[in-house]
């Protein structure tokens, strides 16, 4: 069977025994189980599975090798099979793991000896890598066959699949029940996006409060927005100018950017605006900061400078929650359609860029909200 056969049937095997764990030893059940829930860092599962998959396809291989640096007959390229067979695998079937390769983490990039358990793995939490190289080591010492633990692993991750889609079910089953009353005044989303921005980990966020403005006024303003990028890719990765890029209907060019900061923006990030409006291939007519913090009257007047050296590029600092103020005053009468653009961007956002806890939080403070409480 190819790669993409094996998954396949994988998949399969583990949809018929999605209730009852397929593996006997309560040990290495305990492993499993808890690489695939640790959601603080998602390598460990992705590493196993494309170890596994390896092995499978390749039954002479050592899946302890995932390296050919390591050199021998034995060794493989764990990160082919992770990107070319496992991707679309698990976007597929939406299972939670991260959407990028687990060997381009620092942990686990830039290794040329096997991955055996006398080896330790800088990364956190310790435990993650201590028992994701013990069950590496369980399979190549044959405590359980490589087939079994890929099957349960996919099934364990198919039933946190299910649990998380239940929970946000439920929430939006709660929200469903408060339609036809009084929408959110202006002023009350502006309350609920802001407790969402305070939440942990929340960075992303910041994107989707602009993003969700032109998905609901978008037309209106006779502009459209660029897919947005993944949340950890850099500018110089992507080619992008900015967290958010602009255009008008009808156009590929750019004419404004968006920066989304979580801190004060400084002269330094003015300079980096520069450079890329220099090199863009098109006018940008703006090119926007939007920070959570205070803004510097400095740095502001810093940016004012460059409109004519930049041949009419104007730079600007918006506060996020004024930006947002004047947005939802401004297009009173559509505030429900960007409250719920800005949710279906939340949530379809991948776990790694906006975590199932903020998904949850916003539905839970949206239904606060709604009911009066």
Sequence with gaps: MTPEEILRDIQRRASERLAVSVVADPVIQERVDYVCRCMSNRAGVRLLMSCLLAKLDKPNIDLRKPYTEIGGEDSFSGRTYDERYLTPFINEHRLPVNPTTA?????????????????????RPRDLYKKTLELLEDVAVNRI??????????????????????????????????????????EAIITLISQHLACKN????????VAAAYKAAGVRLVERMLPLNSHNAADLQTGSLGDIEICLLGDDAVVTVYEMKMKRV???????????????????HNYLFVTTETLDPMVAEYAKTFYEKTDGAEIAILDCIGFLRHFL?????????????????????????????????????????????
């Design 103 to 123: 060997f381009l983490t620092p942990t686990l990039r830039n290794i040329n000896q096997p991955l055996t358990t006398d080896r330790e793995l800088v990364g």
């Design 145 to 186: 066959s490589a087939d079994t633990l890929l099957i349960e692993i996919v099934r364990a991750l198919m039933l946190l699949r299910n649990e998380k889609l239940a929970r946000i079910s439920s929430l939006l089953a709660g929200l469903d029940r408060a339609e036809g009353a009084l929408p959110l005044s202006s």
């Design 202 to 209: 929340s960075s992303r966020l910041l994107v989707l409060v």
């Design 266 to 284: 400084t002269r330094d990030d003015i300079d980096a605006a520069v450079t890329k409006i220099a090199r863009a291939p098109n006018k940008i």
């Design 329 to 373: 005053h401004l297009f009173h009468r559509i505030r429900a359609d960007y409250l719920n653009a800005y949710q279906t961007l939340v949530l379809n956002e991948p776990d790694s860029a906006v975590s199932q806890t903020l998904k949850e939080a916003f539905l839970a403070l949206r239904q606060a909200a709604e009911s009066g409480e």
